[in-house]
């Protein structure tokens, strides 16, 4: 049972409408929220310092003349933390990915969506600059919905087509970040540097990603949360009584009855001033109970916090609290729930960790060409022919060598003199393998091989040798 049930002013038919938009005309609610000012408003604007600033400095890194993080789609590289990740190695992506993913359902089952409100980059642009850059150019919410009814006069021209212009300058400098984290700083700046024509499909790419960064910003903003986002529609089946949420707190809250100046206050705390609503950018009511369309932006905590500060009442009656403990005083973060999460989150990073560690530079397979037989030689040694393929999991260039470990035996490349990969590239070839005689007891004999690079062993691998039998 929802603990709000618990109060008798409760009522559900709230969740048959969605905010964003007109019941009766069936379109969209466009929401003008108030500026939002308070203590956790500030917290969230030295975070977004932190965030832009790392977000913006991060392509710059290099380890080992490499950027610390490339997501290049286009030419399938990437690069984690410093760990390059070619076509070779998806399955470690893939194992990153499901990683993260784990991690971000025990992080929400615990603490909600606090992601949401403080590092998903869509929220942080559209509340944190986007947002502030609104209220520089139209004012405040009412000045906001004033503007918007007035006619097409000389005030309206000039505020919006500034406001078009600083939102697509924004937006081109926020695909420029885009395609720093796709391609890397460098030729990034050769792209801004070089002439267009010389890059024409990443140019046309930043224009794209301009407009899509625009249209987003300037037109979609809440819906990208509450219509678009698949993780915000994920939260019916993350969050539990126990998740950290904001929440409004109805015990004490209600019954809601405005403030009467002179009369003694027989009702709850909450007086009914539609602050946290005015606040809201998704235009929800938060007193109605948890609901998918709360980002967690903490707006409404602090515009609550500055009415209790008014009216001589205790702050936090919206707060970071959860169902159960607004309930009934009682919440417990460690549940069974969320210790299967971590057993399972702390079993895929010990996969990860020892896949990482236990990585070779570079894969080779070699297999006996189909159909062949071995060859006698005069001199009494057995040889043996074999296709192989060698891949380079790096991301700079390298020239191996390829040695028998085990028995003693001679390699001889068919057409291929040396092997030379660059970066992430592959050769393939044709290889006799020659053993003596002596060297083999069995019809089926393991050889073993591996790759060098100078005196350093970049990779072991075993094949199959077939010799004449006894
Ligand atoms: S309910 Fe509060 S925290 Fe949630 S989106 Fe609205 S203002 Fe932000
Ligand atoms: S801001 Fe606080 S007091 Fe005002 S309506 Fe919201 S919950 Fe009630």
């Known amino acids: 049972m929802n603990p709000l049930d618990t109060h008798p002013d409760f009522d559900e038919s709230f969740r048959d409408n969605f905010a964003a938009v007109d019941n009766t005309t069936g379109k969209r609610n466009w929401f003008f929220p108030q500026k939002p000012t308070g203590k956790w408003h500030n917290r969230r604007v030295w975070f977004t310092i932190f965030q832009l600033s790392v977000m913006i400095g991060l392509p710059f890194i290099k380890v080992n003349g490499q950027p610390l993080f490339l997501f290049n789609i286009l030419e399938r590289k990437f690069i984690i933390f410093g760990l390059f990740i070619g076509p070779q190695d998806y399955w470690l992506f893939g194992l990153m990915m499901i990683s993260f993913f784990v991690f971000i359902v025990l992080f929400t089952t615990v603490f909600g969506r606090v992601w949401c409100g403080w590092a998903c980059p869509q929220t942080v642009f559209m509340e944190m600059v986007f947002r502030k850059i609104e209220y520089v150019i139209e004012g405040d919410w009412k000045a906001q919905r004033a503007l918007e009814k007035a006619p097409w006069n000389n005030e309206k021209i000039v505020k919006r087509t500034l406001k078009v212009v600083v939102f697509m300058t924004v937006s081109f400098l926020i695909a420029n970040l885009l395609l720093s984290y796709f391609v890397g700083v460098d030729r990034l700046w050769r792209i801004v540097s070089e002439p267009i024509t010389e890059h024409l499909t990443l140019f046309l790419g930043i224009c794209a990603f301009t407009l899509i960064f625009f249209f987003n910003f300037a037109w979609l903003r809440d819906q990208a949360c509450t219509v678009v986002c698949p993780y915000g529609r994920l939260q019916g089946v993350l969050l539990d009584k126990n998740s950290v949420v904001i929440a409004y707190d109805y015990k004490r809250g209600e019954p809601r009855e405005k403030l009467h100046k002179g009369k003694e206050r027989t009702a709850g705390d909450c007086i009914n001033c539609f602050q946290c609503v005015n606040v809201c950018p998704t235009g929800i009511d938060i007193r109605n109970g948890t609901q998918m369309e709360c980002v967690n932006c903490t707006a409404c905590i602090d515009a609550c916090d500055n009415i209790m500060e008014k009216v001589n009442l205790p702050k936090g009656l919206i707060r970071f609290d959860s169902e159960n403990n607004i309930a009934s005083g009682k919440s417990k973060l460690i549940t069974t729930r969320t210790i299967a999460y971590a057993v399972v989150l702390t079993?895929?990073?010990?996969?990860?960790?020892?896949?990482?560690?236990?990585?070779?530079?570079?894969?080779?397979?070699?297999?006996?060409?189909?159909?062949?037989?071995?060859?006698?030689?005069?001199?009494?040694?057995?040889?043996?022919?074999?296709?192989?393929?060698l891949f380079n999991k790096t991301n700079h260039a390298i020239n191996p060598e390829m040695r028998i470990l085990f028995p003693k035996g001679s390699l001889k490349f068919a057409g291929i003199p040396s092997l030379h990969l660059d970066g992430a590239g592959m050769v393939e070839g044709s290889v006799f393998i020659t053993i003596p005689k002596t060297e083999i007891a069995n019809r089926r004999t393991e050889v073993k091989l591996a790759i060098y690079a100078g005196s350093e062993k970049l990779e072991e691998f075993k094949t199959t040798f077939i010799a004449p039998e006894e």
């Open 347 to 389: 079993a895929l990073w010990v996969a990860l960790g020892y896949a990482i560690l236990t990585r070779d530079d570079t894969e080779t397979t070699m297999l006996r060409v189909p159909g062949s037989r071995y060859i006698e030689n005069p001199d009494g040694s057995i040889s043996n022919l074999y296709t192989f393929k």
